[in-house]
């Protein structure tokens, strides 16, 4: 049986108080992939390069991002051994985001202010996009009276992600260092910069037109923001588009519920499971217990 993980307490904080403040750190390492990208990318263009760019970006997304942080670490949406759990997190903290300790702030924080009856623009994505990019790429929100955050014992107290929490940037250096050593200024521009400011970027994208208004079949009583279902782009986000689905049944290893639905990440863990090496993947909660949500056939969220 799954362990149902709840690190948020709510009581007593507000989600609509408070401020869009500049983080140096967060701002500071996304303008320099950005910058470097674009300034470095046209001069040290190689196919090889650019190759490699297009088949890691997709790998460290799905494996990484999806798999390890999101459906693994932030839902525990599935089970596997430990050290394949290291090295899909490890993949994930590749991608260039945060750390595994911040990529679960930065999730369950969201997706409690928009479970409110009423949240900030911040986490609601409300504003224009070019605001919306900036606040997301470069800010953090602090609140007035803030919820508590507590990371489950088996995760905060785990060496390897308190090391991984404090070197994921090192990470990334050492492992541009590797691609310059085996293929030179192009490996390491496309392969860390171009890669870091695409995965950064188009992770932003989706996320701000997930939690816009857009199709879905459910939807969740009393919470501020509704999560759409971006149903073009279900290849290239690994099924993690169904977000309307997602909001639904976070407990739920698969993302895509209805028939063609295309969910890549929930296609691997099933070869995975055939090999033995994930197990107890799961499901959306049977319709007894759905009480908190309303079922309409693709009606507009907003
Ligand atoms: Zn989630
Ligand atoms: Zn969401």
């Given at each position: 049986?799954?362990?149902?993980?709840?690190?948020?307490?709510?009581?007593?904080?507000?989600?609509?108080?408070?401020?869009?403040?500049?983080?140096?750190?967060?701002?500071?390492?996304?303008?320099?992939?950005?910058?470097?990208?674009?300034?470095?990318?046209?001069?040290?263009?190689?196919?090889?390069?650019?190759?490699?760019?297009?088949?890691?970006?997709?790998?460290?997304?799905?494996?990484?991002?999806?798999?390890?942080?999101?459906?693994?670490?932030i839902?525990?949406?599935?089970?596997?051994?430990?050290?394949?759990e290291?090295?899909?997190?490890?993949?994930?903290?590749?991608?260039?985001?945060?750390?595994?300790?911040?990529?679960?702030?930065?999730?369950?924080?969201?997706?409690?202010?928009?479970?409110?009856?009423?949240?900030?623009?911040?986490?609601?994505?409300?504003?224009g996009?070019?605001?919306?990019?900036?606040?997301?790429?470069?800010c953090?929100?602090?609140?007035?009276?803030?919820?508590?955050?507590?990371?489950?014992?088996?995760?905060?107290?785990?060496?390897?992600?308190?090391?991984?929490?404090k070197?994921?940037?090192?990470?990334?250096?050492?492992?541009?260092?590797?691609?310059?050593?085996?293929?030179?200024?192009?490996?390491?521009?496309?392969?860390?910069?171009?890669?870091?400011?695409v995965?950064?970027?188009?992770?932003?994208?989706?996320?701000?037109?997930?939690?816009?208004?857009?199709?879905?079949?459910?939807?969740?009583?009393?919470?501020a923001?509704?999560?759409?279902?971006?149903?073009?782009?279900?290849?290239l986000?690994?099924?993690?588009?169904?977000?309307?689905?997602?909001?639904?049944?976070?407990?739920?290893?698969?993302?895509?519920?209805?028939?063609?639905?295309?969910?890549?990440?929930?296609i691997?863990?099933?070869?995975?499971?055939?090999?033995?090496?994930?197990?107890?993947?799961?499901?959306?909660?049977?319709?007894?217990k759905?009480?908190?949500l309303?079922?309409e056939?693709?009606?507009?969220?907003?």
């Open positions: 049986m799954r362990k149902k993980v709840w690190r948020i307490d709510g009581s007593g904080a507000n989600a609509t108080d408070g401020q869009v403040v500049w983080s140096p750190a967060k701002s500071i390492w996304n303008l320099a992939m950005f910058v470097c990208a674009i300034v470095l990318a046209p001069i040290y263009f190689s196919w090889a390069a650019f190759l490699f760019f297009l088949i890691f970006t997709y790998i460290s997304m799905l494996l990484g991002h999806s798999l390890g942080m999101h459906r693994r670490l839902h525990r949406s599935y089970e596997c051994s430990k050290p394949l290291y090295f899909l997190v490890w993949l994930g903290a590749l991608v260039g985001m945060a750390g595994p300790f911040g990529i679960l702030k930065i999730h369950d924080l969201r997706d409690w202010a928009q479970r409110q009856e009423k949240c900030h623009d911040f986490f609601a994505h409300r504003r996009l070019l605001m919306d990019a900036f606040w997301q790429l470069n953090v929100f602090k609140f007035s009276a803030p919820p508590a955050f507590k990371i489950e014992d088996d995760f905060a107290n785990d060496k390897f992600y308190i090391f991984l929490e070197t994921w940037e090192l990470q990334q250096a050492l492992f541009g260092i590797f691609l310059f050593w085996i293929g030179g200024m192009p490996l390491l521009v496309w392969g860390v910069f171009v890669r870091v400011a995965s950064v970027s188009s992770h932003w994208i989706v996320t701000y037109y997930a939690h816009n208004p857009g199709l879905g079949n459910w939807k969740v009583h009393g919470a923001v509704q999560a759409s279902n971006l149903s073009r782009i279900a290849l986000t690994h099924g993690e588009c169904w977000h309307n689905n997602h909001h639904a049944f976070p407990e739920s290893a698969k993302m895509g519920l209805d028939e063609g639905q295309l969910d890549v990440g929930w691997v863990l099933r070869w995975l499971e055939k090999l033995g090496w994930v197990w107890n993947l799961g499901l959306p909660r049977d319709s007894l759905r009480e908190d309303n079922f056939v693709d009606f507009l969220l907003k």
